[in-house]
């Protein structure tokens, strides 16, 4: 007969929807009473045997099961299970996508969505937190009659926020229903409202769970005889432990096995090998496992082994290993030029790649691990080619200490826990920066400004005529001409001093004095208020056609200076 294994069900969601006390509520454990802030830390994972199931099942004798149990991966919110891996496709065979039916979609739900529809993973979403829909009251332990008994408005309540769910959903090409009005699961999403709390929906989310495994799945549950697994977390302690999920075959101690890298496979020996208990997160030491399974093992060799690397029984087949590795692409594609990228682990990283990728977004550099300062030189090395390109992407990553200590503005770090957040942030900088870039490359063709002249600090009246200013908009600089209110040609700007130095401009906000050689102050300026730079007509068109970069001060300094043309009888518009 043929052996299937557990189902790997990976439960995510955005930040605090719930996915842990889900889980508490299947598992019937309180985890989450644990954690820091009632948020999970780390990936963990939880196995529960079919014993558990029947017995959390117990109304419904009627159920055939075929499955040995599930093994529950939980993961926080900012991993979005993009770390579970395996090649070729997902770590999971199925996934809870926990949804808070009073919040709906959030950013780390849309990273989840993204995911799921890029790994094509089947999943089923739990709308959890019925019971803080107000006035909610549990009346059945059948959800279908639960939902049905509430009270008019509270019904009305539940339908409009499921309603509004679907129709995000729908948004992202998914056709959702609630799972009792499902008639084919291979093309609608089953949406199981439930509480964690309260187990309300919990025992329908596990038939759905189990439904789906036992009628779809069940050839690519089938054992095979290789051992393969992915390092879910390499462990630094007194001793290196590597924690990983078995995914297939069985392992034994002291078997060989062949852990992928972005070089050479890294070949070592088990030796010591444990699996998880059932309903907890403690191990116990085996000399041999079967998949599907959370394991912790220690090698003989742990230099190099990096979290979310692939690993495989080795035979003496090293060629055909790296040829394996090969064609199921742990190697990280590059372009000539862009961006540098780092995360947490290697899912972590194909997750960035994938979704930059799709944004059309280069990169130059990608790896494993923090912010170091080999990723600080590539990023100054951009900056003198292309500005826009000297960004450190970090998800979930930090700088390394070195990193810390240097120092150079057009350097720009993005952290996030979010990819989402990270892309946007990078857009957000390189619009920003392009623009700057932009606006650097007009005014220096001609430098925009207006300025208040301050009768009161009249320095010398001639050769040259030295008196205060404020800049009222955009930027002073030597050498540009100066105009009046009138159109008319006044001088050259000679020098600009603040505080008696010498300065190469001066900026909106700034009082500071100038010197206006070939004029005598009481003669030409003694009436004048306001001075403006004088600009050439097709510097005028190039700021009008990029005004989008202008200040507001800026665009009215613009406006007023087409103004003073009109009255010279030269017609500009902005």
């Given at each position: 007969?043929?052996?299937?294994?557990?189902?790997i069900v990976t439960v995510a969601g955005h930040v605090d929807h719930g996915k842990?006390?889900?889980?508490?509520?299947?598992?019937?454990?309180?985890?989450?009473?644990?954690?820091?802030?009632?948020?999970?830390?780390?990936?963990?994972?939880?196995?529960?045997?079919?014993?558990?199931?029947?017995?959390?099942?117990?109304?419904?004798?009627?159920?055939?099961?075929?499955?040995?149990?599930?093994?529950?991966?939980?993961?926080?919110?900012?991993?979005?299970?993009?770390?579970?891996?395996?090649?070729?496709?997902?770590?999971?065979?199925?996934?809870?996508?926990?949804?808070?039916?009073?919040?709906?979609?959030?950013?780390?739900?849309?990273?989840?969505?993204?995911?799921?529809?890029?790994?094509?993973?089947?999943?089923?979403?739990?709308?959890?937190?019925?019971?803080?829909?107000?006035?909610?009251?549990?009346?059945?332990?059948?959800?279908?009659?639960?939902?049905?008994?509430?009270?008019?408005?509270?019904?009305?309540?539940?339908?409009?926020?499921?309603?509004?769910?679907?129709?995000?959903?729908?948004?992202?090409?998914?056709?959702?229903?609630?799972?009792?009005?499902?008639?084919?699961?291979?093309?609608?999403?089953?949406?199981?409202?439930?509480?964690?709390?309260?187990?309300?929906?919990?025992?329908?989310?596990?038939?759905?769970?189990?439904?789906?495994?036992?009628?779809?799945?069940?050839?690519?549950?089938?054992?095979?005889?290789?051992?393969?697994?992915?390092?879910?977390?390499?462990?630094?302690?007194?001793?290196?432990?590597?924690?990983?999920?078995?995914?297939?075959?069985?392992?034994?101690?002291?078997?060989?096995?062949?852990?992928?890298?972005?070089?050479?496979?890294?070949?070592?020996?088990?030796?010591?090998?444990?699996?998880?208990?059932?309903?907890?997160?403690?191990?116990?030491?085996?000399?041999?496992?079967?998949?599907?399974?959370?394991?912790?093992?220690?090698?003989?060799?742990?230099?190099?082994?990096?979290?979310?690397?692939?690993?495989?029984?080795?035979?003496?087949?090293?060629?055909?290993?790296?040829?394996?590795?090969?064609?199921?692409?742990?190697?990280?594609?590059?372009d000539k030029q862009g961006i540098i990228i780092k995360a947490d682990s290697l899912?972590?990283?194909?997750?960035?790649?994938?979704?930059?990728?799709?944004?059309?977004?280069?990169?130059?550099?990608?790896?494993?691990?923090?912010?170091?300062?080999?990723?600080?030189?590539?990023?100054?090395?951009?900056?003198?080619?292309?500005?826009?390109?000297?960004?450190?992407?970090?998800?979930?990553?930090?700088?390394?200490?070195?990193?810390?200590?240097?120092?150079?503005?057009?350097?720009?770090?993005?952290?996030?826990?979010?990819?989402?957040?990270?892309?946007?942030?990078?857009?957000?900088?390189?619009?920003?920066?392009?623009?700057?870039?932009?606006?650097?490359?007009?005014?220096?063709?001609?430098?925009?400004?207006?300025?208040?002249?301050?009768?009161?600090?009249?320095?010398?009246?001639?050769?040259?005529?030295?008196?205060?200013?404020?800049?009222?908009?955009?930027?002073?600089?030597?050498?540009?001409?100066?105009?009046?209110?009138?159109?008319?040609?006044?001088?050259?700007?000679?020098?600009?001093?603040?505080?008696?130095?010498?300065?190469?401009?001066?900026?909106?906000?700034?009082?500071?004095?100038?010197?206006?050689?070939?004029?005598?102050?009481?003669?030409?300026?003694?009436?004048?208020?306001?001075?403006?730079?004088?600009?050439?007509?097709?510097?005028?068109?190039?700021?009008?056609?990029?005004?989008?970069?202008?200040?507001?001060?800026?665009?009215?300094?613009?406006?007023?200076?087409?103004?003073?043309?009109?009255?010279?009888?030269?017609?500009?518009?902005?």
């Open positions: 007969m043929m052996q299937i294994r557990q189902p842990t006390t889900i889980l508490d509520s299947i598992r019937k454990t309180k985890v989450v009473e644990t954690e820091a802030g009632g948020i999970t830390q780390k990936i963990s994972f939880t196995k529960v045997p079919i014993e558990i199931i029947k017995k959390r099942l117990d109304t419904n004798k009627d159920i055939k099961l075929e499955i040995p149990g599930f093994l529950f991966i939980d993961t926080p919110g900012h991993a979005a299970f993009s770390h579970l891996r395996k090649r070729g496709g997902s770590l999971a065979d199925l996934a809870i996508l926990v949804i808070d039916i009073n919040e709906g979609i959030m950013p780390q739900t849309k990273e989840v969505i993204e995911l799921l529809k890029i790994n094509k993973i089947p999943f089923v979403i739990a709308l959890n937190k019925i019971d803080n829909i107000s006035g909610w009251r549990k009346q059945s332990d059948n959800l279908k009659e639960n939902i049905e008994k509430q009270v008019v408005n509270v019904k009305n309540d539940f339908q409009e926020k499921f309603l509004t769910l679907i129709g995000s959903l729908h948004y992202y090409g998914f056709n959702a229903k609630l799972f009792y009005e499902i008639n084919d699961f291979t093309r609608e999403i089953a949406l199981v409202p439930c509480s964690g709390k309260t187990e309300e929906g919990i025992n329908e989310l596990i038939l759905i769970l189990i439904g789906l495994s036992q009628k779809f799945l069940k050839e690519s549950l089938k054992l095979s005889k290789e051992a393969k697994g992915v390092i879910l977390e390499v462990k630094k302690e007194k001793l290196t432990y590597l924690e990983s999920i078995l995914y297939d075959g069985n392992l034994k101690i002291n078997d060989e096995i062949a852990i992928a890298s972005f070089s050479e496979p890294i070949v070592t020996k088990i030796r010591v090998l444990e699996e998880i208990l059932p309903l907890s997160n403690k191990f116990k030491s085996v000399k041999e496992t079967t998949a599907a399974n959370g394991i912790r093992i220690q090698t003989t060799n742990s230099l190099d082994i990096l979290p979310g690397m692939p690993f495989t029984i080795f035979k003496n087949n090293l060629e055909e290993i790296k040829k394996e590795f090969k064609k199921e692409g742990v190697e990280i594609r590059t899912g972590s990283l194909e997750a960035l790649i994938t979704m930059l990728k799709q944004s059309n977004i280069k990169i130059i550099s990608a790896g494993i691990g923090n912010i170091n300062k080999k990723d600080f030189i590539s990023a100054e090395t951009n900056l003198k080619e292309d500005p826009l390109n000297a960004v450190i992407l970090g998800f979930n990553v930090e700088e390394d200490d070195e990193v810390k200590m240097l120092k150079n503005p057009g350097v720009k770090i993005i952290k996030d826990l979010v990819i989402y957040k990270l892309i946007e942030n990078l857009f957000k900088f390189q619009e920003e920066k392009g623009n700057e870039i932009k606006k650097e490359k007009l005014t220096s063709l001609a430098p925009l400004c207006r300025l208040s002249v301050l009768h009161q600090y009249v320095f010398r009246n001639s050769n040259p005529a030295v008196f205060g200013v404020r800049v009222d908009a955009g930027k002073l600089k030597p050498n540009i001409n100066l105009i009046n209110d009138d159109g008319k040609s006044i001088a050259k700007v000679k020098s600009i001093q603040e505080q008696n130095h010498s300065i190469n401009e001066a900026e909106k906000g700034k009082e500071v004095a100038i010197s206006l050689p070939g004029i005598m102050f009481d003669r030409v300026l003694k009436d004048v208020d306001y001075l403006y730079s004088e600009i050439s007509e097709s510097q005028f068109k190039q700021f009008k056609k990029n005004k989008e970069i202008l200040t507001s001060d800026e665009l009215a300094v613009l406006q007023k200076i087409a103004q003073i043309k009109r009255k010279t009888k030269v017609t500009w518009g902005v």
